[in-house]
Structure formats: C-alpha cells, structure tokens
C-alpha cells in the first residue's frame, strides 16, 4: 500500500518536470499534475480548540479558553509529511533553499526545514502542479490530528508564584514518552490517525502557518489580540511550541529549559476551491517557468 | 614493559597471599559501593572517626553508548559503566584503596591516574591491567579537595582513553568538614557530581556521525578530530540532556546544594542561570579559602572544582558552560529544578508584556527637531 502510493507520488513530479518545460501542453497528462492520492479531504466539522500563543487573565499568565470551533469547508491536507526526496527536487530546481543539515533516507519525512523552507516549498509545489498548496493554520493542523492533539493547558495555579507554572510545563514535556530515537523513521512509522493521516505526533514536528500572538483574556473569556509576531511560527506535534521562521533545528539548551521538537518538518493542505479547476487548467496551458 | 606489569602482578599476587597485606596499616576497613553520577554515595561531612582504609572496587567497561537525540553511537570506555566515573568521598588522612578491575570483555589495557595521590604518576605506572586483570592499589589522602582520576596508558592511548570517557573525580573532605573563608562550618543538604566530556566523533563524507564496530575500530578517525581541538559535542554526563528532563538535578527552595563539577581534558566555565556560587572553591582544594557570590565559574582543564549554593527561588534552572555554544550548539546543558515558595521580594514581573504606548511609539517616529529657535 505504502510502496504504491510512494511509487505514484514520484510518477506524478517526474511528469510534472518535463511538462512544465513544454512549450505546448500535453493532454491527457493533467490528471498526474496534482498528488490527489495522498489527499485526505476532511468533512466541515467541529472541534474543541484553545488558541495558540501566550495569554494572560488579569496580568497572570492564562491558558486560552477551550472554545468550540467550526471548521465549515471540507478540509484537504497531505495524508502524510513530505519526504526529504520531495523536498529535494524543490531545492534541485533552485525554488527552495538547500537544506544543511544532514538528511535522511530520501523516502523518510524531510526534517531540519524552516517555516521559510516550507513556505518555499508550497510556493514552487503550487506552480509545478497548478494547485494551491499552503501550510495549514493551526487550527486547521488541530482540526486535521483529531484526537492526536495535544491540549497545552498548564495549571493555572498560584497567580503570585510564576515558578509552578514554568515547574508544570517542564514536568509535562520531560514525562512525554520520547519516540524512539530523533532520527527521521520511515513513513507511517507512528501509525495513521483516525483521518487516516500518518505520524501525527511522532518525531517530527509539523510547521504551521499561524503566527505567534500574545493576548488577554477578558472575564467573558474574550481573546483581545495586543501583539501579533509574524516572525515566529506555531509548530505543532507530540507538543505545541513556537519557533523562529527561519530556525531549521530547535534545540534546547542554554536558557531554552523545555523540551523541543526532535525534527521540523511538515505537511500541506490544498485549497479546493471553485477556482481549482481554473488554474489547473491555467497551469497546463502556462509555458516553462523554472 | 611487560616485564614490570608481570612484576608488579607478581607483587600483587604476594601479596595477596600474604596476611600482613591487609592488615599492614591496623586500620578499621569500610567498603563503600560507588554510585553512578550525578549521584554520590552516601558519606559524612565532617566525621569524628580517626582515619580509615576505604575500600572502592571500580569495574571499567567499553560499551557503546548513544551521545545525542539523533542517535549518534560513540565507542565509550568507562569507569564503572558511566561518563564520568563514580565520585570517590573520602577524608583528609584516609587511605583510598582500589580494586581496579579490567574484564576479560574488554579489547585495551587500560590504568588509573589519581590527581589526588602522590607518586607513579598518580598510580598509572602501578595499575596498567590487560583485558582478565585486577590490581590494588592504595594511597593516601594528603590533601583535601576534588580532585580528578582519569585512566593514562601511555602516549596517543591516554588523550583518546580520556575523552572515550575515562575520568571521574575524587572528593577528599577535611575531617572537620567545609570552612568558609572565616572558619565557619559550611554543610550541604545535597551533592550532586557533574562530569564535563569533550568528544570528538568523526564523520563520513556526507558529514554524518560514524558508528563503529570497537573503540580499536573508531581509533585512528578520532584520532584525527581530536587533533583539530574542536569537539563535536561537549557534554555533562556522557550524554546530551542526560541531565536534563526526567534526570534534571533537583532540590529545594533553602537547600544547600554542593556542585562537583570535573574536566579532565579540557577548561570550562560553569554558570547557574538564575543562580550564582555563594562558595566557589575554583580551584577545588578545599585548604584555600572560597571564593564567594560568583556568577561564573573556571574549571581548569584537567581538574575538579566545587560550588555550594542554597537556591532561594523556585523554578527551572539551567546549568551550563558559560561558552553558549558549547552550552546550546554541543550539548553542556543540564537543569535543576527547585520546588519552593516564589519570594516576590528578589524578583517580580511588575507589569506582563503588553505594548508600547502609543505616545511613546509616536515620539520615537516623529523625533522633536533639533534646530529651531
């Protein structure tokens, strides 16, 4: 099952190449422009969801209310991460930065990426295949991992003693099993989520596209945004943390006393809209770019 | 060479067989079970006892072990099975006697060198044992302090057995226990022991780390990284974040907490962020007075030092070498984590982030101009 899907992602970007470097479209090809096979589309629904970012009730540092939120279009997401072969065919093309760090297996999950390198990758990805690849946003990351999601609450505790919330965090992230080694697993390693999504929360956190923000929590539990910081990118995984766009590999250490993610890696959601059969078809007719 | 070990075995086995050996010296014997650090096995501060022969038995073993969440595998030689070896606590006036023992399991000849005993080269030249081999040796504790131990085969084998892992410490209290520099007593709650590594791992072309089959196999790559003085990971404990997480260091808010901290090879700067040294005996002998209220410390590369300080506030500590990258980049991190009462008098956070008033922002944009009458 697994080899079959791998075999067809690869059919499907060694197509994608050629055609893209024809002056005149090949017909009948435009079905392999867009991975639809490792799709998942997710029907609207409802999840229980506590914002991402640091909040404060009254001057206090807060967990954001648990709220339900409706996810009212279907959702279409990566049913597993991209791999390190995936990626480096962005980079081949000169459409996403070289990754430094020494990677995997080809066929494992691309780690050592940034929020930069992801954003790239959706970029390049959207104009070989004609689709409109993005990285999703947290709650859309939350919606996809289903009960694979990992609630951040904290005790909120005694508002005059900031030290037993920091002492909370820190047991909760050292008591998570760590998986296996960091090393980048096989695909599926960790098992399919109730989607059907694979290694959700295994050792590769996922880059989303949510910004950092920082609010205050009014007595009706209403957030009030008071800061917004583009330049660091909710991560989401085993647990949820917060990292700089273009860190490639958060480790801790020094004053970072948490646990960080092991890997940063990621996945795409694909924008099914009306207009989706407009640009594939845009994107056939399009003459060579890259 | 092999003349002198058979000697010297020979002498040993003589011994051994002779009863005045054991009882040469007509002191009361206690056997101590070393324990793996950053714990210490259990011991008197200050003690009322007259001197004594201690009695440790250290096993050292090759193994394999794994130096980094990535997975990386490092051909370790130990003492005792653990990077560092087990601390030794004894009393100024005390005879240390080690049973060093060399399993057949292992591939190297391999000795001890302690900082703290005096003649053979700190009895390397008596404790050289092949693979099957034990020795004995004793030595007295002249001098107190933390000291380091550390095996030294001869030539290129006693850099490369030292940083596979190789060293301890030895912790000799003065019989009446710590002084600060007026005389008065100091006592600690507890004791913790870190051991700094520096390790040099060769890579392959790709630039990944290289695992190999035996330390014999691992030698002549390693040999070469070393000579480039860089590691590839510095390291509390033999191992990135064996010191943190679930094995952070822990006490209590109030407690005195005594920080051995040794380097066999290498210098190093300690530093507890949020914390400091109330009595930093840098140097690590204890006949010196301590240094007081540090904020950073100097371990010299082939000796032990020791810090006692009583946290006064409760949260995450990070312990680490205070070259940053060492500490992030390489892996000298470890924590402490304090449990206690928050004390709002030594810090507050007197207004959360929130942010910049406007007016404020506005003068930083709009500059008054500066050249009008």
Request: net charge neutral; aromatic share 8%; charged share 20%.
């Amino acid at each position: 099952m697994l080899a079959a899907i791998k075999f067809r992602i690869g059919l499907a970007v060694a197509l994608a190449a050629p055609l893209a470097l024809a002056s005149v479209p090949a017909s009948g090809q435009g079905a392999v422009l867009g991975p639809d096979f490792e799709m998942i589309t997710l029907a609207p629904g409802i999840i229980s969801y506590r914002a991402a970012g640091d909040f404060s009730r009254t001057g206090r540092p807060a967990n954001a209310p648990l709220r339900a939120v409706r996810i009212d279009k279907p959702l279409t997401i990566m049913a597993r991460q991209v791999t390190a072969a995936e990626y480096a065919r962005c980079s081949a093309a000169g459409a996403c930065p070289r990754l430094p760090m020494s990677q995997s297996e080809p066929d494992r999950p691309a780690v050592g990426v940034s929020w930069r390198d992801a954003a790239a990758y959706a970029a390049w990805l959207s104009r070989e295949t004609g689709e409109r690849f993005r990285l999703p946003t947290d709650q859309e990351w939350a919606f996809a991992a289903g009960s694979r999601f990992a609630d951040d609450a904290l005790p909120e505790g005694d508002p005059n003693d900031p030290a037993r919330r920091w002492l909370a965090r820190y047991d909760a992230e050292s008591e998570r099993a760590r998986p296996v080694d960091a090393a980048p697993q096989p695909i599926g390693t960790f098992g399919a989520n109730e989607h059907g999504l694979l290694d959700i929360g295994g050792n590769v956190w996922e880059w989303t596209d949510t910004c950092f923000i920082r609010g205050t929590i009014a007595a009706s539990g209403e957030i009030s945004t008071t800061l917004v910081n583009c330049g660091v990118r909710v991560v989401e995984g085993a647990h949820r943390t917060y990292v700089t766009d273009f860190i490639r590999d958060a480790r801790a250490g020094g004053c970072a006393v948490g646990t960080p993610p092991s890997n940063l890696g990621f996945r795409l959601v694909r924008e099914d809209d009306a207009l989706r059969p407009l640009r594939r078809l845009l994107a056939r007719l399009r003459p060579a770019t890259s | 060479m092999i003349s002198k070990r058979a000697t010297w075995a020979a002498a040993i086995a003589l011994a051994l067989a002779s009863p005045a050996f054991a009882d040469d010296l007509k002191l009361p014997r206690q056997q101590v079970d070393l324990v793996a650090p950053p714990f210490v096995h259990a011991h008197e501060q200050a003690t009322k006892q007259g001197p004594k022969i201690i009695e440790f038995r250290l096993v050292i073993e090759e193994k394999e072990i794994v130096i980094d969440e990535a997975g990386t595998r490092f051909q370790a030689m130990t003492f005792g099975g653990s990077m560092p070896g087990p601390l030794m606590v004894v009393h100024e006036g005390d005879y240390v006697e080690v049973t060093l023992v060399n399993p057949e399991t292992n591939t190297m000849p391999h000795n001890i060198d302690f900082h703290s005993a005096t003649g053979a080269l700190g009895g390397g030249e008596l404790t050289l044992i092949n693979p099957g081999e034990q020795v004995v040796l004793r030595w007295k504790a002249t001098r107190s302090g933390v000291f380091v131990y550390h095996c030294a085969p001869g030539g290129p084998m006693t850099p490369w057995h030292v940083v596979s892992g190789m060293s301890g410490a030895v912790m000799v209290l003065p019989r009446d226990g710590l002084k600060d520099g007026a005389g008065k007593a100091l006592k600690y709650d507890r004791v913790y022991y870190i051991g700094e590594n520096d390790l040099y791992v060769p890579r392959d072309a790709k630039g990944k780390f290289k695992a190999y089959a035996s330390p014999g196999d691992a030698y002549a790559d390693t040999a070469e990284v070393m000579r480039t003085l860089t590691p590839t990971h510095v390291v509390f404990n033999g191992k990135v974040g064996a010191l943190t997480g679930k094995n952070a260091m822990t006490a209590k808010v109030g407690e005195n907490v005594l920080i051995v901290h040794s380097q066999a090879n290498r210098d190093s700067r300690p530093h507890l962020i949020g914390g400091h040294g109330d009595y930093v005996w840098e140097t690590g002998k204890f006949a010196n007075r301590p240094e007081t209220n540090l904020e950073t410390w100097f371990i010299r590369g082939g000796s032990a030092g020791a810090a006692l300080y009583r946290f006064v506030q409760p949260g995450i500590y990070a312990y680490v070498t205070h070259n940053l990258i060492e500490a992030v980049e390489l892996g000298a991190t470890a924590h402490f984590k304090v449990e206690g009462d928050w004390n709002n008098d030594l810090m507050l956070q007197v207004k959360p982030p929130e942010p910049v008033p406007p007016a404020k922002l506005g003068a930083l944009e709009k500059p008054a101009p500066r050249h009008q009458h």
